[in-house]
Protein backbone atom coordinates (compact mmCIF):
# COMPACT_ATOMS: atom_id res chain seq x y z
CA UNK A 1 0.00 0.00 0.00
CA UNK A 2 1.71 3.47 -0.99
CA UNK A 3 2.02 5.74 1.95
CA UNK A 4 0.33 9.01 2.30
CA UNK A 5 2.40 12.27 1.76
CA UNK A 6 2.79 14.67 4.88
CA UNK A 7 1.63 18.22 5.21
CA UNK A 8 5.11 19.77 4.68
CA UNK A 9 5.15 17.95 0.97
CA UNK A 10 0.93 19.38 0.44
CA UNK A 11 2.07 22.37 1.83
CA UNK A 12 5.89 23.13 0.67
CA UNK A 13 7.90 25.05 2.46
CA UNK A 14 8.16 28.09 -0.37
CA UNK A 15 4.36 28.19 -0.41
CA UNK A 16 3.64 31.82 0.69
CA UNK A 17 0.50 30.30 3.52
CA UNK A 18 -0.11 31.05 6.72
CA UNK A 19 -2.97 28.54 7.95
CA UNK A 20 -2.76 30.00 10.95
CA UNK A 21 -3.77 33.49 10.14
CA UNK A 22 -6.94 34.97 10.50
CA UNK A 23 -8.60 34.19 7.39
CA UNK A 24 -10.73 31.54 5.70
CA UNK A 25 -8.74 28.14 7.10
CA UNK A 26 -10.80 25.95 4.88
CA UNK A 27 -10.27 28.41 1.66
CA UNK A 28 -6.47 28.48 2.63
CA UNK A 29 -5.88 24.47 2.71
CA UNK A 30 -8.13 24.09 -0.78
CA UNK A 31 -5.53 26.86 -2.29
CA UNK A 32 -2.52 25.22 -0.71
CA UNK A 33 -3.73 22.15 -2.38
CA UNK A 34 -4.42 23.53 -5.73
CA UNK A 35 -1.19 24.93 -5.92
CA UNK A 36 0.14 21.33 -4.97
CA UNK A 37 -1.15 19.91 -7.54
CA UNK A 38 -0.40 22.51 -10.46
CA UNK A 39 2.91 22.79 -9.63
CA UNK A 40 3.79 19.22 -9.60
CA UNK A 41 4.62 18.48 -6.03
CA UNK A 42 1.13 16.26 -5.51
CA UNK A 43 1.46 13.59 -8.58
CA UNK A 44 -1.89 12.11 -10.18
CA UNK A 45 -2.41 9.14 -8.13
CA UNK A 46 -0.77 10.78 -4.64
CA UNK A 47 -2.45 9.34 -1.42
CA UNK A 48 -3.17 12.39 0.93
CA UNK A 49 -3.34 12.16 4.32
CA UNK A 50 -6.38 10.75 6.13
CA UNK A 51 -8.31 14.43 7.21
CA UNK A 52 -7.64 13.55 10.97
CA UNK A 53 -3.85 13.12 10.74
CA UNK A 54 -3.45 16.52 8.70
CA UNK A 55 -6.21 18.41 10.74
CA UNK A 56 -3.70 17.13 13.54
CA UNK A 57 -0.74 18.05 12.08
CA UNK A 58 -1.79 21.34 11.06
CA UNK A 59 -3.50 22.41 14.09
CA UNK A 60 -7.18 22.30 12.31
CA UNK A 61 -10.60 21.23 12.68
CA UNK A 62 -11.61 18.08 11.50
CA UNK A 63 -14.32 19.10 9.50
CA UNK A 64 -12.58 21.86 8.04
CA UNK A 65 -9.94 19.47 6.82
CA UNK A 66 -12.86 17.01 5.52
CA UNK A 67 -14.95 19.92 4.56
CA UNK A 68 -11.69 20.95 2.21
CA UNK A 69 -11.23 17.28 1.21
CA UNK A 70 -15.33 17.05 -0.27
CA UNK A 71 -14.95 20.50 -2.31
CA UNK A 72 -11.97 19.55 -4.05
CA UNK A 73 -13.42 16.06 -5.26
CA UNK A 74 -16.36 17.93 -6.50
CA UNK A 75 -14.01 20.20 -8.87
CA UNK A 76 -12.21 17.72 -10.18
CA UNK A 77 -8.98 18.13 -8.10
CA UNK A 78 -8.77 14.68 -6.04
CA UNK A 79 -10.67 11.79 -6.10
CA UNK A 80 -12.26 9.39 -2.87
CA UNK A 81 -13.22 5.88 -2.79
CA UNK A 82 -14.19 3.81 -0.15
CA UNK A 83 -11.10 1.66 0.59
CA UNK A 84 -9.06 3.89 -1.32
CA UNK A 85 -8.50 6.66 0.48
CA UNK A 86 -8.39 10.20 -0.70
CA UNK A 87 -5.78 10.77 -4.48
CA UNK A 88 -5.08 13.37 -6.24
CA UNK A 89 -7.38 13.07 -9.76
CA UNK A 90 -5.67 11.46 -12.67
CA UNK A 91 -7.33 14.63 -14.54
CA UNK A 92 -5.70 17.04 -12.05
CA UNK A 93 -2.62 16.44 -13.87
CA UNK A 94 -0.18 19.42 -14.49
CA UNK A 95 0.35 19.95 -17.70
CA UNK A 96 3.71 18.92 -18.63
CA UNK A 97 5.79 22.16 -20.50
CA UNK A 98 5.88 22.23 -23.94
CA UNK A 99 9.45 23.47 -25.40
CA UNK A 100 10.22 25.18 -28.36
CA UNK A 101 12.32 21.86 -30.14
CA UNK A 102 8.72 19.40 -29.80
CA UNK A 103 5.59 20.00 -31.92
CA UNK A 104 3.33 22.51 -29.97
CA UNK A 105 0.19 20.43 -30.07
CA UNK A 106 1.86 17.38 -28.39
CA UNK A 107 1.20 17.79 -25.06
CA UNK A 108 2.02 14.70 -23.03
CA UNK A 109 -0.82 15.10 -20.05
CA UNK A 110 -3.55 17.48 -21.32
CA UNK A 111 -5.93 18.36 -18.51
CA UNK A 112 -8.48 18.77 -20.14
CA UNK A 113 -10.05 16.24 -23.07
CA UNK A 114 -12.27 17.74 -25.77
CA UNK A 115 -11.42 15.32 -28.14
CA UNK A 116 -14.55 14.11 -30.03
CA UNK A 117 -16.21 10.59 -29.99
CA UNK A 118 -15.56 9.39 -25.88
CA UNK A 119 -18.81 9.53 -23.32
CA UNK A 120 -17.93 10.39 -19.95
CA UNK A 121 -16.88 6.09 -19.04
CA UNK A 122 -18.28 7.12 -15.44
CA UNK A 123 -22.13 7.46 -16.28
CA UNK A 124 -21.72 3.68 -17.39
CA UNK A 125 -25.43 2.15 -16.02
CA UNK A 126 -23.37 -0.29 -13.91
CA UNK A 127 -26.63 -1.27 -11.49
CA UNK A 128 -28.73 -1.39 -14.65
CA UNK A 129 -26.10 -3.56 -16.91
CA UNK A 130 -25.66 -6.14 -13.31
CA UNK A 131 -29.13 -6.48 -13.50
CA UNK A 132 -29.27 -7.38 -16.98
CA UNK A 133 -26.47 -9.52 -16.64
CA UNK A 134 -27.81 -11.74 -13.74
CA UNK A 135 -31.29 -12.06 -15.75
CA UNK A 136 -29.20 -13.01 -18.70
CA UNK A 137 -27.14 -15.38 -17.59
CA UNK A 138 -30.06 -17.13 -15.32
CA UNK A 139 -32.10 -17.91 -18.44
CA UNK A 140 -28.79 -18.56 -20.94
CA UNK A 141 -29.89 -21.90 -23.02
CA UNK A 142 -26.83 -24.73 -22.27
CA UNK A 143 -25.14 -23.37 -26.15
CA UNK A 144 -24.33 -19.93 -24.97
CA UNK A 145 -21.39 -21.13 -23.22
CA UNK A 146 -19.83 -23.28 -26.20
CA UNK A 147 -18.47 -22.40 -29.20
CA UNK A 148 -20.12 -18.69 -30.75
CA UNK A 149 -22.12 -18.76 -34.17
CA UNK A 150 -20.42 -15.73 -36.03
CA UNK A 151 -23.79 -14.59 -36.66
CA UNK A 152 -23.84 -13.21 -33.11
CA UNK A 153 -26.37 -14.72 -30.45
CA UNK A 154 -29.86 -14.76 -32.26
CA UNK A 155 -31.35 -13.08 -28.62
CA UNK A 156 -29.12 -9.75 -29.53
CA UNK A 157 -30.07 -9.74 -32.89
CA UNK A 158 -33.97 -10.35 -32.08
CA UNK A 159 -33.69 -6.95 -29.92
CA UNK A 160 -31.94 -5.12 -32.01
CA UNK A 161 -34.43 -5.74 -35.17
CA UNK A 162 -37.10 -4.51 -32.75
CA UNK A 163 -35.33 -1.72 -31.32
CA UNK A 164 -33.83 -0.18 -34.52
CA UNK A 165 -36.86 -0.85 -36.41
CA UNK A 166 -39.21 1.53 -33.91
CA UNK A 167 -36.21 4.42 -33.67
CA UNK A 168 -34.42 4.41 -36.65
CA UNK A 169 -37.24 2.68 -39.16
CA UNK A 170 -34.83 0.05 -40.36
CA UNK A 171 -36.39 -2.85 -42.42
CA UNK A 172 -34.65 -6.01 -41.42
CA UNK A 173 -35.27 -9.59 -39.76
CA UNK A 174 -32.86 -10.91 -37.44
CA UNK A 175 -31.37 -12.97 -40.28
CA UNK A 176 -29.71 -9.71 -41.79
CA UNK A 177 -28.15 -8.84 -38.41
CA UNK A 178 -24.94 -9.81 -38.06
CA UNK A 179 -22.81 -9.23 -34.62
CA UNK A 180 -19.32 -7.52 -34.84
CA UNK A 181 -17.32 -5.92 -32.59
CA UNK A 182 -17.81 -2.06 -33.87
CA UNK A 183 -17.63 -0.14 -37.03
CA UNK A 184 -14.51 -0.43 -37.62
CA UNK A 185 -15.03 -4.29 -37.60
CA UNK A 186 -17.64 -3.87 -39.93
CA UNK A 187 -15.73 -1.81 -42.29
CA UNK A 188 -12.78 -4.62 -42.43
CA UNK A 189 -15.20 -7.68 -43.03
CA UNK A 190 -16.91 -5.18 -46.00
CA UNK A 191 -13.38 -4.12 -47.40
CA UNK A 192 -12.99 -7.85 -48.14
CA UNK A 193 -16.55 -8.56 -49.19
CA UNK A 194 -17.27 -6.03 -51.77
CA UNK A 195 -13.63 -4.52 -52.91
CA UNK A 196 -12.86 -1.62 -54.02
CA UNK A 197 -12.52 1.74 -55.16
CA UNK A 198 -15.00 3.43 -52.15
CA UNK A 199 -16.34 6.62 -52.08
CA UNK A 200 -16.50 8.42 -49.09
CA UNK A 201 -17.32 12.25 -47.56
CA UNK A 202 -14.65 14.62 -47.65
CA UNK A 203 -14.43 14.98 -44.00
CA UNK A 204 -14.40 12.12 -41.93
CA UNK A 205 -12.03 9.61 -40.02
CA UNK A 206 -8.70 9.21 -41.23
CA UNK A 207 -9.17 5.84 -39.04
CA UNK A 208 -11.63 4.37 -41.71
CA UNK A 209 -10.10 5.23 -44.57
CA UNK A 210 -6.66 3.97 -43.28
CA UNK A 211 -8.36 1.22 -42.36
CA UNK A 212 -9.66 0.27 -45.71
CA UNK A 213 -6.61 1.03 -47.22
CA UNK A 214 -4.78 -1.42 -45.16
CA UNK A 215 -7.57 -4.14 -46.98
CA UNK A 216 -7.13 -2.90 -50.18
CA UNK A 217 -9.86 -0.66 -50.80
CA UNK A 218 -8.67 2.86 -52.00
CA UNK A 219 -11.21 5.85 -51.75
CA UNK A 220 -11.54 8.60 -53.07
CA UNK A 221 -13.34 12.15 -51.60
CA UNK A 222 -17.06 13.48 -52.03
CA UNK A 223 -17.63 17.04 -51.79
CA UNK A 224 -19.53 17.81 -48.69
CA UNK A 225 -21.42 21.10 -47.97
CA UNK A 226 -24.81 22.06 -45.76
CA UNK A 227 -26.78 19.64 -47.04
CA UNK A 228 -23.83 16.90 -46.58
CA UNK A 229 -22.55 14.37 -49.31
CA UNK A 230 -22.16 15.71 -52.81
CA UNK A 231 -23.40 12.43 -53.81
CA UNK A 232 -24.28 13.59 -57.50
CA UNK A 233 -20.22 13.16 -57.66
CA UNK A 234 -20.59 9.28 -57.51
CA UNK A 235 -19.44 7.02 -60.72
CA UNK A 236 -20.12 3.72 -61.83
CA UNK A 237 -17.20 2.75 -60.98
CA UNK A 238 -17.60 3.00 -57.40
CA UNK A 239 -18.29 0.10 -55.65
CA UNK A 240 -19.57 1.56 -52.54
CA UNK A 241 -19.62 4.87 -50.92
CA UNK A 242 -19.21 5.49 -47.14
CA UNK A 243 -21.75 7.90 -45.70
CA UNK A 244 -22.87 9.10 -42.42
CA UNK A 245 -26.78 10.38 -43.56
CA UNK A 246 -28.13 11.56 -39.47
CA UNK A 247 -25.50 13.76 -39.01
CA UNK A 248 -22.74 14.83 -41.27
CA UNK A 249 -19.24 13.49 -39.67
CA UNK A 250 -17.65 15.66 -38.12
CA UNK A 251 -19.29 18.93 -40.13
CA UNK A 252 -22.65 18.29 -38.68
CA UNK A 253 -25.94 18.45 -40.29
CA UNK A 254 -28.02 15.63 -41.71
CA UNK A 255 -28.04 14.25 -45.44
CA UNK A 256 -30.62 16.25 -47.49
CA UNK A 257 -33.83 14.44 -47.93
CA UNK A 258 -32.96 14.50 -52.29
CA UNK A 259 -29.68 13.58 -51.58
CA UNK A 260 -30.95 10.49 -49.52
CA UNK A 261 -33.34 9.46 -52.47
CA UNK A 262 -30.40 9.99 -55.36
CA UNK A 263 -27.92 7.93 -53.79
CA UNK A 264 -29.87 4.95 -53.60
CA UNK A 265 -31.30 5.11 -56.91
CA UNK A 266 -27.50 5.15 -57.88
CA UNK A 267 -26.91 2.22 -55.88
CA UNK A 268 -29.84 0.25 -57.98
CA UNK A 269 -28.94 1.72 -61.26
CA UNK A 270 -25.02 0.80 -60.70
CA UNK A 271 -25.04 -2.16 -57.93
CA UNK A 272 -23.30 0.16 -55.62
CA UNK A 273 -23.64 -0.46 -51.93
CA UNK A 274 -24.41 1.95 -49.46
CA UNK A 275 -22.35 2.13 -46.61
CA UNK A 276 -24.69 3.85 -43.66
CA UNK A 277 -22.54 5.03 -40.55
CA UNK A 278 -25.17 5.18 -37.95
CA UNK A 279 -22.36 6.34 -35.18
CA UNK A 280 -24.09 8.85 -33.53
CA UNK A 281 -28.27 8.55 -34.73
CA UNK A 282 -29.42 8.29 -31.49
CA UNK A 283 -28.28 11.47 -29.80
CA UNK A 284 -30.59 14.35 -31.69
CA UNK A 285 -31.51 17.95 -29.32
CA UNK A 286 -33.85 20.48 -31.82
CA UNK A 287 -34.97 18.43 -34.43
CA UNK A 288 -37.26 15.20 -35.24
CA UNK A 289 -35.53 11.98 -35.98
CA UNK A 290 -33.88 11.20 -39.46
CA UNK A 291 -34.48 7.62 -40.32
CA UNK A 292 -32.17 5.71 -42.02
CA UNK A 293 -31.11 5.43 -45.84
CA UNK A 294 -31.28 1.94 -45.16
CA UNK A 295 -35.19 2.21 -44.79
CA UNK A 296 -35.45 2.90 -48.20
CA UNK A 297 -33.67 0.13 -49.79
CA UNK A 298 -32.65 -2.99 -47.52
CA UNK A 299 -31.05 -4.68 -50.81
CA UNK A 300 -29.13 -1.63 -51.42
CA UNK A 301 -28.05 -0.29 -47.84
CA UNK A 302 -25.91 -1.58 -45.03
CA UNK A 303 -26.39 0.04 -41.67
CA UNK A 304 -23.65 0.01 -39.25
CA UNK A 305 -23.98 0.93 -35.95
CA UNK A 306 -22.59 -0.27 -32.45
CA UNK A 307 -23.10 0.80 -28.41
CA UNK A 308 -19.33 2.89 -28.40
CA UNK A 309 -21.39 6.24 -27.48
CA UNK A 310 -24.21 5.14 -25.97
CA UNK A 311 -22.81 2.57 -23.36
CA UNK A 312 -18.69 2.25 -23.89
CA UNK A 313 -16.55 0.99 -26.48
CA UNK A 314 -15.08 -1.79 -24.10
CA UNK A 315 -18.04 -3.97 -24.82
CA UNK A 316 -17.01 -4.22 -28.10
CA UNK A 317 -20.03 -5.27 -29.75
CA UNK A 318 -21.48 -3.57 -33.02
CA UNK A 319 -23.76 -4.36 -35.95
CA UNK A 320 -24.24 -4.96 -39.47
CA UNK A 321 -27.78 -4.73 -41.39
CA UNK A 322 -27.01 -6.27 -44.29
CA UNK A 323 -28.72 -6.80 -47.85
CA UNK A 324 -29.65 -10.65 -48.24
CA UNK A 325 -27.29 -11.18 -50.89
CA UNK A 326 -24.21 -10.29 -48.45
CA UNK A 327 -24.92 -12.11 -45.37
CA UNK A 328 -23.80 -15.29 -46.03
CA UNK A 329 -20.45 -13.64 -47.39
CA UNK A 330 -19.84 -11.78 -44.21
CA UNK A 331 -20.03 -14.81 -42.28
CA UNK A 332 -17.85 -16.79 -44.00
CA UNK A 333 -14.89 -13.73 -44.16
CA UNK A 334 -15.87 -13.67 -40.43
CA UNK A 335 -14.51 -17.05 -39.49
CA UNK A 336 -16.24 -20.28 -37.85
CA UNK A 337 -16.81 -19.13 -35.01
CA UNK A 338 -17.53 -16.08 -33.29
CA UNK A 339 -13.89 -14.56 -32.08
CA UNK A 340 -14.49 -10.98 -31.36
CA UNK A 341 -17.53 -10.29 -28.80
CA UNK A 342 -18.59 -11.75 -26.16
CA UNK A 343 -21.60 -14.13 -26.04
CA UNK A 344 -22.33 -13.57 -22.20
CA UNK A 345 -21.99 -9.68 -22.92
CA UNK A 346 -24.45 -9.88 -26.17
CA UNK A 347 -26.92 -11.67 -24.09
CA UNK A 348 -26.65 -8.98 -21.48
CA UNK A 349 -27.28 -6.01 -24.43
CA UNK A 350 -30.07 -8.16 -25.41
CA UNK A 351 -32.15 -8.03 -22.12
CA UNK A 352 -30.48 -4.66 -21.81
CA UNK A 353 -32.74 -3.13 -25.30
CA UNK A 354 -35.43 -5.72 -23.96
CA UNK A 355 -35.94 -4.40 -20.51
CA UNK A 356 -36.22 -0.85 -21.60
CA UNK A 357 -33.21 0.04 -19.87
CA UNK A 358 -31.46 0.86 -23.19
CA UNK A 359 -34.05 3.42 -23.98
CA UNK A 360 -33.21 5.34 -20.79
CA UNK A 361 -29.72 5.15 -20.91
CA UNK A 362 -30.22 7.09 -24.36
CA UNK A 363 -32.90 9.39 -22.75
CA UNK A 364 -30.52 9.87 -19.79
CA UNK A 365 -27.07 10.63 -22.08
CA UNK A 366 -29.46 12.44 -24.69
CA UNK A 367 -30.23 15.10 -21.70
CA UNK A 368 -26.71 15.22 -20.54
CA UNK A 369 -25.25 15.78 -23.76
CA UNK A 370 -27.16 18.55 -24.47
CA UNK A 371 -26.86 20.36 -21.52
CA UNK A 372 -23.25 20.08 -22.39
CA UNK A 373 -23.87 21.17 -25.52
CA UNK A 374 -26.00 24.47 -25.03
CA UNK A 375 -22.59 25.31 -21.61
CA UNK A 376 -20.32 25.17 -24.29
CA UNK A 377 -22.73 27.64 -26.98
CA UNK A 378 -23.29 29.61 -23.62
CA UNK A 379 -19.61 30.30 -23.21
CA UNK A 380 -18.82 30.73 -27.07
CA UNK A 381 -22.01 33.71 -26.95
CA UNK A 382 -20.16 35.15 -23.25
CA UNK A 383 -16.64 34.91 -24.14
CA UNK A 384 -16.18 34.44 -27.97
CA UNK A 385 -19.03 35.90 -29.49
CA UNK A 386 -17.34 36.65 -33.31
CA UNK A 387 -16.79 32.14 -33.10
CA UNK A 388 -19.59 30.39 -35.38
CA UNK A 389 -20.09 26.93 -34.25
CA UNK A 390 -22.07 24.55 -36.53
CA UNK A 391 -23.28 20.89 -36.48
CA UNK A 392 -25.08 21.14 -32.89
CA UNK A 393 -28.69 20.19 -33.29
CA UNK A 394 -26.89 15.87 -32.81
CA UNK A 395 -24.34 14.11 -32.15
CA UNK A 396 -21.51 14.62 -29.08
CA UNK A 397 -19.27 17.06 -30.79
CA UNK A 398 -19.42 20.86 -32.48
CA UNK A 399 -17.47 22.21 -35.11
CA UNK A 400 -16.01 25.90 -33.91
CA UNK A 401 -15.72 28.09 -37.29
CA UNK A 402 -12.31 29.94 -37.10
CA UNK A 403 -10.86 33.14 -39.65
CA UNK A 404 -9.35 31.58 -42.57
CA UNK A 405 -5.78 30.45 -41.54
CA UNK A 406 -6.01 30.36 -37.80
CA UNK A 407 -6.92 26.79 -37.09
CA UNK A 408 -3.20 25.47 -36.64
CA UNK A 409 -2.10 28.38 -34.19
CA UNK A 410 -5.97 27.40 -31.98
CA UNK A 411 -4.82 24.02 -31.94
CA UNK A 412 -1.20 25.37 -30.05
CA UNK A 413 -3.44 27.80 -28.23
CA UNK A 414 -5.04 24.62 -26.61
CA UNK A 415 -2.27 22.89 -26.25
CA UNK A 416 -0.60 25.55 -23.90
CA UNK A 417 -4.14 25.75 -21.91
CA UNK A 418 -3.49 22.00 -21.36
CA UNK A 419 -6.78 21.44 -23.92
CA UNK A 420 -6.44 18.49 -26.13
CA UNK A 421 -8.72 19.70 -28.83
CA UNK A 422 -8.19 19.07 -32.70
CA UNK A 423 -8.54 20.72 -35.92
CA UNK A 424 -10.86 20.41 -38.57
CA UNK A 425 -8.45 20.16 -40.98
CA UNK A 426 -7.42 16.61 -39.51
CA UNK A 427 -10.43 14.92 -40.96
CA UNK A 428 -10.14 16.18 -44.12
CA UNK A 429 -9.60 13.44 -47.05
CA UNK A 430 -6.49 13.84 -48.96
CA UNK A 431 -6.85 15.24 -52.51
CA UNK A 432 -10.08 16.79 -51.48
CA UNK A 433 -9.26 19.80 -53.72
CA UNK A 434 -11.04 17.64 -56.38
CA UNK A 435 -13.94 16.50 -54.76
CA UNK A 436 -16.50 18.92 -56.13
CA UNK A 437 -15.86 21.80 -53.65
CA UNK A 438 -16.90 25.33 -54.46
CA UNK A 439 -14.70 27.04 -51.78
CA UNK A 440 -11.26 26.29 -49.57
CA UNK A 441 -11.01 24.24 -46.79
CA UNK A 442 -12.48 25.61 -43.63
CA UNK A 443 -10.33 26.63 -40.70
CA UNK A 444 -12.02 25.06 -37.72
CA UNK A 445 -11.85 23.30 -34.20
CA UNK A 446 -13.82 19.86 -33.63
CA UNK A 447 -14.76 20.29 -29.73
CA UNK A 448 -16.28 16.91 -28.12
CA UNK A 449 -18.49 17.97 -25.02
CA UNK A 450 -18.98 13.90 -24.18
CA UNK A 451 -15.61 13.14 -22.02
CA UNK A 452 -14.98 15.63 -19.46
CA UNK A 453 -16.18 14.97 -15.65
CA UNK A 454 -19.44 16.88 -14.36
CA UNK A 455 -16.43 18.70 -12.45
CA UNK A 456 -13.95 19.98 -14.88
CA UNK A 457 -15.98 20.48 -18.07
CA UNK A 458 -16.53 24.62 -16.98
CA UNK A 459 -12.68 24.80 -16.92
CA UNK A 460 -12.63 22.95 -19.83
CA UNK A 461 -14.48 25.69 -21.61
CA UNK A 462 -12.75 28.42 -20.06
CA UNK A 463 -9.39 26.72 -21.03
CA UNK A 464 -10.84 26.75 -24.62
CA UNK A 465 -12.32 29.98 -25.10
CA UNK A 466 -8.70 31.51 -24.21
CA UNK A 467 -7.35 29.59 -26.53
CA UNK A 468 -9.14 30.78 -29.47
CA UNK A 469 -8.07 33.65 -31.70
CA UNK A 470 -9.54 36.91 -30.87
CA UNK A 471 -12.57 38.89 -32.98
Given at each position: ?25 RAL ?143 AAP ?48 GVD ?246
Amino acid sequence: MNSWVNSAEILGSDLPLELSGTGNRRALLMDALREAVRSGRLAPGTRLPPYRSLAADLGLARNTVADAYAELVAEGWLSARQGSGTRVAERAAPVTPVHRARTPERVARPVHDLVQGQPDPSVFPRTAWLASARRALAAAPDDAFGPGDPHGRPELRRALAGYLARVRGVRAAPERIVLCSGAAHGLRLLAQVVGGPWAAEEYGLPFHRALLASHGVGTRPLGVDADGARVDGLTRRDRAVLLTPAHQFPTGGPLHPGRRAAVVDWARATGGLVVEDDYDGEFRYDRQPVGAVQGLDPEHVVLLGSVSKSLSPTLRIGWMVLPQRLVGPVVTAKGEREQFSSATEQLTLADFVESGAYDRQVRRMRQRHRRRRDQLVAALERRAPHIRVTGIAAGLHAVLELPPGTERSAVRAAAWQGLAVEGLADYLHPGSEDAGRADAPRDGLVVGYATPAESAYPEALEALCRALPPG
